[in-house]
């Protein structure tokens, strides 16, 4: 009697859980390539637009900047160059 409604608890669990998304960049690379048909996948995997260009040549696919690589020149802030006056 105990084991029925386990098992019901149990597959009433499994299935009220939500579908897990895969990562779609790699942000480990700064280009990726998406490739177009029947399976479209992103394949982040290249170093240079031009490298993934080349591999691109022929087949179903387009070449783009990897939106979530980190960006190694970030912005430095700006300073003043006026001297700061004192409020004495």
Same mark, same amino acid.
């Given at each position: 009697? !105990?084991?029925?409604?386990?098992?019901?608890?149990? #597959?009433?669990?499994?299935?009220? *859980?939500?579908?897990? !998304?895969?990562?779609?960049y790699?942000?480990?690379?700064?280009?990726?390539?998406? #490739?177009? *048909?029947?399976?479209?996948? /992103?394949?982040?995997?290249?170093? =240079?637009?031009?490298?993934? @260009?080349?591999?691109?040549?022929?087949?179903?696919? =387009?070449?783009?900047?990897?939106?979530? /690589?980190?960006?190694?020149?970030?912005?430095?802030?700006?300073? =003043? @160059?006026?001297? =700061?006056?004192?409020?004495?």
């Open positions: 009697m !105990h084991r029925p409604r386990l098992a019901l608890l149990v #597959i009433g669990l499994l299935l009220a *859980g939500g579908s897990a !998304h895969a990562q779609t790699d942000p480990n690379y700064p280009v990726c390539m998406q #490739i177009y *048909g029947p399976v479209g996948y /992103f394949d982040c995997r290249y170093s =240079s637009l031009e490298q993934c @260009r080349y591999l691109a040549a022929g087949r179903s696919a =387009s070449c783009m900047v990897n939106p979530y /690589f980190p960006s190694s020149k970030l912005p430095s802030p700006r300073r =003043s @160059r006026r001297p =700061s006056v004192g409020t004495g």
